[in-house]
């Protein structure tokens, strides 16, 4: 991402009449074919490790988790979650998203424009406050280079610089594919249309499960979904919208919907600390 995208600071608080760009995932359509990860990956120069298995090593800006609702054959149910960057708007969406907070050297940033939560690579100095601040874990640590194969080099997207060793990175939302679809619209003299702009697992997905959009413009599908209201229809047939770790204010634009109850409160479960437990002291000696 460049480094065109933090305006937080500068943009002031007039960010009522921006965009705000999220997502809805439906948790009842998603397979967990992995096709969202393979893109991301593919469009946003991830590298890959030889050992994809060492999961405190490898990086997946978007990342699909197995949920299960921890019942026996024949009530067993699986239920697969994917989880991008939240582009959490902070509390009253003031742009305080937690990893935005902590970082002391700006280089994660909101956007009043966007609502979309910068990475400033050559910024960020990796002291790792971030990916301490960010409850949905959604930030990854370069602990090496980066290493592609040898064949994949003329493959690498020219629109993403690769991340060196040592600094962190995220989900950008595909920030280019907006700078790029932005600097036509603006050549053309019109305003962005909703096809334009949208990410990469959205249109990986074969499932048809992410829906990609402003939230705050009327016309796209996201708004429609989250407001639930199609051309005077509703979309939901009685399901919620619900966002992970509410009770955090962290204010995501990430929306997930399912019919299940257990899905919510097993996506939820999965990212709330857990304190570890301890024994008591037994009394009398020690
Ligand atoms: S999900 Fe994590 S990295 Fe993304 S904006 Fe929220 S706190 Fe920051
Ligand atoms: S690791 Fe980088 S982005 Fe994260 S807080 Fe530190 S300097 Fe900021």
């Known amino acids: 991402m460049g480094e065109t995208q933090g305006h937080g600071h500068q943009e002031g608080h007039g960010h009522a009449q921006g965009s705000k760009y999220g997502m809805v995932i439906d948790l009842d359509k998603c397979t967990g074919c992995g096709a969202c990860m393979v893109a991301c990956m593919a469009e946003n120069n991830v590298p890959t490790k030889p050992d994809e298995t060492n999961k405190l090593d490898t990086i997946t800006w978007m990342r699909v988790f197995k949920l299960s609702n921890g019942k026996a054959f024949p009530e067993a149910e699986t239920c697969y979650l994917p989880r991008p960057c939240m582009h959490c708007g902070g509390k009253h969406d003031a742009g305080h998203s937690p990893c935005v907070s902590v970082c002391p050297a700006t280089a994660t940033d909101y956007s009043y424009k966007t609502g979309i939560v910068s990475q400033i690579y050559t910024r960020c100095f990796g002291c790792r406050y971030c990916m301490g601040a960010c409850p949905y874990k959604a930030r990854y640590f370069n602990w090496w280079d980066p290493k592609f194969p ?114 919510v409160k097993a996506g939820n479960a999965s990212l709330r600390e857990t304190k570890p437990a301890t024994k008591k002291p037994s009394g009398g000696h020690h």
């Open 150 to 263: 040898a064949d994949m080099k003329e493959y690498l997207s020219p629109d993403v610089s690769v991340r060196m060793r040592g600094i962190v990175e995220k989900c950008s939302f595909c920030f280019h594919r907006y700078q790029r679809a932005m600097d036509r619209a603006f050549y053309e003299g019109r305003e962005l249309e909703e096809h334009e702009y949208q990410t990469a697992c959205t249109q990986a997905c074969p499932a048809g499960a992410i829906t990609f959009g402003d939230l705050n413009n009327e016309r796209h599908m996201v708004h429609k979904v989250v407001n639930d209201k199609h051309e005077g229809h509703a979309v939901l047939q009685g399901r919620k919208p619900f966002r992970l770790l509410e009770e955090l204010d962290t204010n995501p634009k990430v929306y997930y919907l399912s019919a299940r109850d257990w899905v």
